[in-house]
C-alpha cells in the first residue's frame, strides 16, 4: 500500500511540474500551464498558453479570457481553442477560474452578478490585477497591450475591469453578457467589441429578464450597452453598418457588424503582434456584432459543446 501510494506521489509531482514548465532564470517556457494565486484567502487557479515567442525576450501582449457562469475555466479553455492562435500570433493567453461550491460550476462578482461569487463579494477585479502583477515576474509583458474579453458573466467582468481600470487594459470583448455594474467611469476612452445574439434567452438582446435566466437580474440591453460605450468614448455618428458574408448558409446564422470609429481620444493600432492587426480586439474603435440566431458558426463540435455549457448554466445563470 505505501509503495502504491508512493507511486501515486511521484505521478503527481510529474503532472504537477509539467503543468507549469520554467527555465533556469524561473521564467515561463512555451505551452500550455496551470499555476495558482493565494488571493483574498482563497487559492485560485488559472490556465496558460505562453507562445514560443516569449524566447526572444520581447514583451508579449496578455489576453484574459473569462469564462461564463455555471463553469470553469478548464471547460472554456477547451472550447474556445486559442492555443493556435496565440502561438502564431505571438500573445499569451490566460484563462483564470471564477469561485463556487462546486469545483466545475464557477462564477465571476461582476458588480451585480452573479450567484455564488457576486453573493460573497469575492474580489475577482484584484484577483485579476495581481494575477497580471504574478506573470509579469514569470514572463516579460506589454503593459501596454493587455486586454481582457469573456462570455456572458465573463464578459461582465471584462466590462467592469474596462469602467475601473482602464489604465491597465487596451482593449474589452464581450459575448453574451454586459456591463454588470450600474456605473462606469473609465479614466480614459476604452475600445470595445461585443458580440451577441438576437435571440438570446438567458441575457436577452433587447435587455430584461432572460426567459432562461435563473439569476434574478435586468440585463443591459446591447443597444443601450453600446450607447454608453459611445457616449463615455465620444463616438460620433450613427456607425457603419454591413451585413458579413455568410460563410455556412447551413447553419441559419447571419451576422450583422456595425462599427463607430469617429470616437474621442483615440492612440492608434495597438495590435496584438507587431506588424499584424487585430481589430476584433486591439484597435480603439467600437464593433457591435449582432447574431440573428444564438448558435454558434461553423464549428460542430462547438456548437455541441456550448449546448452543454447552456445547460450547465441552466440552474445558476
Same mark, same amino acid.
Request: with cysteine; aromatic share 6%; net charge positive.
Given at each position: 500500500?505505501?509503495?502504491?501510494?508512493?507511486?501515486? =506521489?511521484?505521478?503527481? =509531482?510529474?503532472?504537477?511540474?509539467?503543468?507549469?514548465?520554467?527555465?533556469?532564470?524561473?521564467?515561463? /517556457?512555451?505551452?500550455?500551464?496551470?499555476? !495558482?494565486?493565494?488571493?483574498?484567502?482563497?487559492?485560485?487557479?488559472?490556465? /496558460?498558453?505562453?507562445?514560443?515567442?516569449?524566447?526572444?525576450?520581447?514583451?508579449?501582449?496578455?489576453?484574459?479570457?473569462?469564462?461564463?457562469?455555471?463553469?470553469?475555466?478548464?471547460?472554456?479553455?477547451?472550447?474556445? &481553442? =486559442?492555443? $493556435?492562435?496565440?502561438?502564431? &500570433?505571438?500573445?499569451?493567453?490566460?484563462?483564470? $477560474?471564477?469561485?463556487?461550491?462546486?469545483?466545475? /460550476?464557477?462564477?465571476?462578482?461582476?458588480?451585480?452578478?452573479?450567484?455564488?461569487?457576486?453573493?460573497?463579494? %469575492?474580489?475577482?477585479?484584484?484577483?485579476?490585477?495581481?494575477?497580471?502583477?504574478?506573470?509579469?515576474?514569470?514572463?516579460?509583458?506589454?503593459?501596454?497591450?493587455?486586454?481582457?474579453?469573456?462570455?456572458?458573466?465573463?464578459?461582465? /467582468?471584462?466590462?467592469? =475591469?474596462?469602467?475601473?481600470?482602464?489604465?491597465?487594459?487596451?482593449?474589452?470583448?464581450?459575448?453574451?453578457?454586459?456591463?454588470?455594474?450600474?456605473?462606469?467611469?473609465?479614466?480614459?476612452?476604452?475600445?470595445?467589441?461585443?458580440?451577441?445574439?438576437?435571440?438570446?434567452?438567458?441575457?436577452?438582446?433587447?435587455?430584461?429578464?432572460?426567459?432562461?435566466?435563473?439569476?434574478?437580474? !435586468?440585463?443591459?440591453?446591447?443597444?443601450?450597452?453600446?450607447?454608453?460605450?459611445?457616449?463615455?468614448?465620444?463616438?460620433?455618428?450613427?456607425?457603419?453598418?454591413?451585413?458579413?458574408?455568410?460563410?455556412?448558409?447551413?447553419?441559419?446564422?447571419? %451576422?450583422?457588424?456595425?462599427?463607430?470609429?469617429?470616437?474621442?481620444?483615440?492612440?492608434?493600432?495597438?495590435?496584438?503582434?507587431?506588424?499584424?492587426?487585430?481589430?476584433?480586439?486591439?484597435?480603439?474603435?467600437?464593433?457591435?456584432?449582432?447574431?440573428?440566431?444564438?448558435?454558434?458558426? @461553423?464549428?460542430? @463540435? @462547438?456548437?455541441?459543446?456550448?449546448?452543454?455549457?447552456?445547460?450547465?448554466?441552466?440552474? $445558476?445563470?
Amino acid at each position: 500500500m505505501f509503495e502504491k501510494a508512493a507511486w501515486l =506521489l511521484i505521478l503527481a =509531482l510529474a503532472v504537477a511540474c509539467v503543468s507549469s514548465p520554467v527555465g533556469d532564470d524561473g521564467r515561463l /517556457l512555451p505551452g500550455d500551464h496551470k499555476r !495558482t494565486l493565494d488571493h483574498g484567502g482563497r487559492a485560485r487557479t488559472y490556465y /496558460l498558453r505562453v507562445p514560443p515567442t516569449v524566447t526572444s525576450g520581447v514583451p508579449l501582449p496578455v489576453v484574459f479570457m473569462f469564462h461564463g457562469a455555471a463553469i470553469n475555466a478548464k471547460w472554456f479553455k477547451d472550447v474556445v &481553442e =486559442l492555443e $493556435d492562435l496565440a502561438d502564431r &500570433e505571438g500573445f499569451v493567453a490566460v484563462f483564470p $477560474d471564477g469561485t463556487g461550491n462546486v469545483p466545475f /460550476l464557477h462564477t465571476w462578482n461582476a458588480g451585480n452578478c452573479c450567484r455564488y461569487a457576486s453573493e460573497n463579494n %469575492v474580489d475577482d477585479v484584484g484577483f485579476t490585477l495581481a494575477l497580471l502583477e504574478q506573470l509579469a515576474a514569470l514572463l516579460r509583458v506589454d503593459r501596454n497591450r493587455v486586454y481582457a474579453a469573456g462570455w456572458s458573466n465573463g464578459a461582465m /467582468l471584462a466590462y467592469r =475591469l474596462a469602467c475601473e481600470h482602464a489604465e491597465v487594459f487596451a482593449a474589452v470583448g464581450g459575448v453574451a453578457g454586459a456591463t454588470g455594474g450600474s456605473t462606469c467611469a473609465p479614466s480614459r476612452p476604452m475600445p470595445v467589441v461585443h458580440i451577441h445574439g438576437t435571440h438570446d434567452e438567458f441575457a436577452p438582446y433587447a435587455g430584461g429578464v432572460g426567459a432562461k435566466s435563473r439569476v434574478n437580474i !435586468t440585463h443591459r440591453g446591447v443597444e443601450s450597452l453600446m450607447k454608453m460605450w459611445r457616449g463615455l468614448d465620444g463616438c460620433a455618428g450613427e456607425g457603419v453598418a454591413e451585413q458579413l458574408p455568410d460563410r455556412d448558409p447551413g447553419d441559419g446564422l447571419r %451576422v450583422r457588424k456595425t462599427t463607430w470609429t469617429e470616437c474621442a481620444g483615440r492612440r492608434g493600432d495597438r495590435p496584438l503582434r507587431r506588424g499584424r492587426r487585430r481589430p476584433q480586439l486591439a484597435r480603439p474603435r467600437h464593433h457591435a456584432r449582432q447574431q440573428t440566431r444564438p448558435r454558434h458558426p @461553423r464549428h460542430r @463540435r @462547438r456548437r455541441r459543446a456550448l449546448g452543454i455549457l447552456r445547460k450547465a448554466q441552466k440552474n $445558476d445563470h
